[in-house]
């Protein structure tokens, strides 16, 4: 029975879960996970704020209309009756949860996912640290007192210890008391801020990573009895399998740089291309969550454990190889209405990049803005390539870098886990199959990101070559110029045009007498 049942399926029937930050990637996944798999759960809370004038049940309405929930709509229609909506506020004081909310989470709550964070690599120092440590702090003060917590997962990043190449699932030192900082970001302006963040983050490359970093340290010191355990994903990409493959809903770092590359639009990338692309499938880190979860609850560990949920030492793709089988499929199955030809450079030269930024990036983007405006319209392509230039550089340090990880925590994990879960909580990198992975992340991005019918590929196919028939025009063009304004006047360069044109002739002279000669 034992091998034939799920385990940690069993384990969360008629438990009542709190998941914060479940209106984002990881959030909603884990909530339709645990509505699918875990289906005898009694109640999941869901910490949602007032939003863009939407109040947190129409927020909620709306993440359940999502077409991640279509599996378990169809398995279980009731499902959102499992669903309690909790207004939370995670920078201020016990996180502003209503006393009657409070009294529930306190009496009912039996396992926490902590995943709500700012995820903005250029968000302030402040900011970052408001909403990653202040709010962590304030959630470890709650589950002190729930009267039946069994365990709480905090979803964390494996770049919170990036400023060290080799990364084990241990507590590393932070060079500065949370606790202190916290306090100094509260009354110093934020010019001054902003002014000695350099200083204070020296080492990670900013300040998402070193506000997690901070949050690791917090929960090591005010975890007290509580069973804590901590996952920390890579990049986080599409699903490999769950609910669809290739399923993904947001623009943010991979899925973003894909979408910009088979637009057209991003041309140049300055990475090296031999380094590792650590990613990891978005259904593969929920599943190591669930799982821990089980496990902290089930064998309450001494101490807390960290599991690394990243691909990079056990089944490692490079950035190069990524590159080559998104184009791959893109060519085969382009985006409607590019803006170009996808074709994106990888280079490890600052020269080269930035030639191929001022040629394919901001030239088109001034002439076609420039064709805007005679039109007596807005301009918007400079605006967007300063945009895409800035995301660049905001992770071309982990485009540039690959890191050693350890995962005997997370080995253990899997080893513990009988054949049935093994099967319905998957997260074994290893049986990962990277072209075929890319493939589909592909092609999510047009059907779920950019909702458009894959029955408009042969459309989108004539107009590629559209474009390239447009490409060769121009540069016939502009060997014209040159040859009108270079060539035609210079003997020296006529002459070598000649010289070029009679070598020419005399190779295909030799390719046609020799396939005579041929029996």
């Not at 190591?288 to 490692?316: D, E, F, M, Q």
């Not at 290893?430 to 592909?442: A, G, H, P, R």
């Amino acid at each position: 029975m034992k091998d034939t049942m799920s385990l940690v399926g069993a384990f969360y029937g008629g438990k009542s879960i709190l998941v914060t930050g479940a209106t984002g990637f990881m959030g909603k996944v884990l909530v339709e996970k645990l509505l699918r798999s875990c289906h005898d759960v009694k109640t999941i809370y869901v910490c949602v704020r007032p939003k863009g004038g939407r109040s947190i049940q129409t927020r909620v309405e709306n993440l359940l209309k999502c077409k991640l929930f279509d599996r378990v709509r169809e398995e279980w229609p009731n499902f959102h009756e499992k669903i309690k909506p909790i207004s939370a506020e995670f920078t201020k004081p016990n996180l502003a949860i209503a006393s009657e909310d409070m009294e529930e989470l306190l009496s009912e709550v039996n396992v926490i996912f902590h995943c709500a964070a700012t995820v903005r690599f250029d968000e302030s120092l402040k900011d970052a640290l408001l909403l990653n440590v202040m709010g962590t702090q304030q959630l470890l003060k709650l589950a002190h007192q729930m009267k039946n917590l069994e365990a709480l997962i905090h979803v964390s990043t494996a770049y919170s210890n990036c400023n060290r190449r080799h990364i084990e699932e241990v507590f590393y030192p932070v060079p500065v008391e949370p606790k202190k900082l916290l306090d100094l970001v509260t009354w110093m302006d934020q010019s001054l801020i902003e002014a000695i963040t350099p200083n204070l983050i020296e080492g990670w490359p900013n300040t998402y990573t070193f506000s997690k970093a901070l949050t690791e340290h917090l929960i090591q010191q005010e975890k007290g009895d509580l069973n804590v355990a901590i996952v920390r994903p890579s990049i986080v990409g599409a699903s490999w399998q769950e609910p669809f493959p290739g399923w993904i809903d947001n623009f943010n770092g991979t899925s973003g740089l894909l979408v910009a590359g088979a637009k057209g639009i991003l041309r140049s990338v300055k990475c090296n291309p031999a380094a590792v692309a650590d990613i990891i499938p978005v259904d593969l880190a929920i599943n190591l969550t669930i799982t821990a979860g089980w496990y902290t609850a089930v064998h309450r560990p001494k101490s807390p454990l960290i599991y690394n949920c990243t691909s990079g030492g056990l089944n490692p793709l490079s950035w190069e190889e990524l590159q080559i089988n998104a184009t791959n499929t893109f060519e085969k199955n382009p985006l409607e209405n590019p803006f170009g030809i996808p074709k994106a450079t990888i280079t490890s030269s600052y020269l080269v990049h930035q030639y191929w930024v001022f040629v394919h990036h901001r030239i088109p983007a001034f002439l076609f803005d420039l064709y805007l405006r005679l039109l007596g319209k807005k301009p918007r392509m400079m605006k967007l390539f300063t945009r895409l230039d800035k995301t660049l550089n905001l992770v071309e340090y982990f485009a540039n870098n690959s890191w050693d990880w350890s995962y005997e925590n997370t080995n253990m994990l899997l080893k513990e886990l009988n054949p049935k879960d093994k099967s319905l909580f998957c997260f074994d990198v290893c049986q990962l199959t990277w072209s075929e992975y890319v493939k589909d992340y592909c092609l999510g991005t047009k059907k779920y990101l950019l909702n458009e019918d894959m029955a408009g590929i042969p459309a989108a196919q004539q107009y590629i070559r559209k474009l390239r028939t447009i490409q060769c025009a121009l540069k016939a063009t502009l060997f014209l110029i040159i040859w009108r304004g270079f060539i035609a006047r210079s003997q020296i360069a006529r002459n070598v045009w000649y010289f070029v044109l009679s070598l020419c002739y005399k190779f295909l002279s030799y390719l046609r007498a020799s396939s005579t000669l041929r029996p």
